[in-house]
Nanobody, 120 residues
Framework: QVQLVESGGGLVQPGGSLRLSCAAS????????MAWYRQAPGKERELVAA???????NYADSVKGRFTISRDNAKNTVYLQMNSLKPDDTAVYYC??????????????WGKGTLVTVSS
């Protein structure tokens, strides 16, 4: 099995910063794309940012210039640096990864999420 565990969420004031981390563990051979999604109350889950195994990135228009996704392949970990946070960024943030297991099976996995609240 593969587990994704997020950390780094919390309460922050508007304009502040947070750094989310997501560590993958288990029967991992390799990880292709990794991504962060978020779901605000009453809204659908949306893609925030994604990164390929080679480091190519893409971002939702709403976070471009404020958020940065990165990864450490040696640690099977993806990060999301969030700056200039706004109340609209309040959501549960989920980690997602396309994993090739040690059995050479490709599967998509989700973390359980970490809550980010932006409020004064």
């Amino acid at each position: 099995q593969v587990q994704l565990v997020e950390s780094g969420g919390g309460l922050v004031q508007p304009g502040g910063s947070l750094r989310l981390s997501c560590a993958a563990s288990g029967v991992i051979f390799s990880i292709n794309a990794m991504a962060w999604y978020r779901q605000a109350p009453g809204k659908e889950r949306e893609l925030v940012a994604a990164i390929t195994s080679r480091g190519s990135t893409n971002y939702a228009d709403s976070v471009k210039g404020r958020f940065t996704i990165s990864r450490d392949n040696a640690k099977n970990t993806v990060y999301l640096q969030m700056n200039s946070l706004k109340p609209d960024d309040t959501a549960v943030y989920y980690c997602n990864a396309d994993v090739v297991t040690t059995m050479r099976v490709s599967r998509n996995y989700w973390g359980k999420g970490t809550l980010v609240t932006v409020s004064s």
